[in-house]
């Protein structure tokens, strides 16, 4: 075998030997996916609103709907397999937090329904709502100042 | 159907592109970057706290409705809008109230079933 020359011919071989980065089509996997999740979510949210409900109150069923049917699918094992192939498509969407919360909820069953189930709940979700809740308290400080 | 006629589909199309493409940034840092994704979720909160706070992301809920906020981004921009709402009704006491008074519904729906979820499901044994 020949020893490489120069770093363009290994550039070269290194593109030739590794397989082709899959980040195009996570993207594009991630793109529907999350588009589809919001525009279920834009169709019951319209629904609710055909039913006389406000804005405010609407956008609130449009998050627990989701969050319940991601509860449902997180429980019988069919959303890991559809978060392994959207990727963030699902877990940016307010699904990921309802699957960050149910997911451990479920898998740490043994360690007890305290120290497991209502402890481990909030690995990923406890961080979203420090910084979430903490962000929102400032925002509203600021607000007091400024008015 | 009334409701199907009901619908605004323009609305829709918004809805699906805007909400894709705030998942593909997602992505993007998921696969370029080194986050995990409990990170690119507090990023995506507090991203759209501070969005939200400055009145931005509202633009974004009015052109794509649920495509702004049904993403983690608009969890973090109600939580804003809250706070900043309540702020100027009660003062001091409604930054504390408005912010989870808002998301309550959402984060109480979470947390219940999840429990729910733990009493009747039974954790997958994982292949060693």
Same mark, same amino acid.
């Given at each position: 075998m020949n020893p490489i020359e120069t770093p363009q011919t290994y550039q070269e071989y290194v593109n030739q030997k590794s397989p082709n980065s899959p980040i195009l089509k996570n993207c594009f996997n991630a793109f529907w996916v999350g588009g589809l999740i919001c525009s279920i979510g834009q169709i019951i949210f319209e629904f609710c609103q055909y039913q006389g409900l406000d804005q405010t109150s609407a956008s609130t069923v449009v998050s627990i709907v989701l969050i319940g049917i991601t509860a449902i699918l997180t429980g019988i094992n069919i959303f890991n397999r559809i978060g392994k192939f959207a990727g963030a498509g699902t877990f940016v969407p307010i699904t990921g937090f309802a699957n960050s919360i149910v997911s451990p909820a479920i898998e740490y069953k043994s360690e007890g329904y305290v120290m497991g189930v209502g402890a481990k709940m909030f690995t990923v979700a406890g961080p979203v709502l420090v910084f979430g809740i903490s962000a929102s308290v400032l925002i509203g400080m600021i607000t007091c100042l400024l008015i | 159907?009334?409701?199907?006629?009901?619908?605004?589909?323009?609305?829709?199309?918004?809805?699906?592109?805007?909400?894709?493409?705030?998942?593909?940034?997602?992505?993007?840092?998921?696969?370029? $970057?080194?986050? $995990?994704?409990?990170?690119?979720?507090?990023?995506?909160?507090t991203a759209g706290a501070i969005l939200g706070g400055l009145g931005i992301y509202q633009y974004l809920i009015d052109f794509a409705g649920c495509g702004a906020t049904v993403p983690l981004t608009g969890f973090g921009a109600n939580l804003a809008k809250g706070a900043i709402e309540a702020s100027k009704e009660q003062g001091l006491l409604g930054a504390f109230i408005g912010g989870v008074k808002t998301a309550a519904g959402g984060i109480a729906a979470a947390v219940f079933f999840g429990y729910i979820a733990s009493l009747i499901a039974k954790p997958k044994i994982k292949k060693q």
């Open positions: - | 159907m009334e409701f199907l006629q009901s619908i605004d589909y323009w609305l829709l199309l918004r809805c699906f592109v805007v909400g894709g493409l705030i998942c593909i940034i997602g992505q993007l840092l998921l696969d370029k $970057t080194k986050l $995990t994704s409990a990170r690119i979720l507090v990023i995506f909160v």
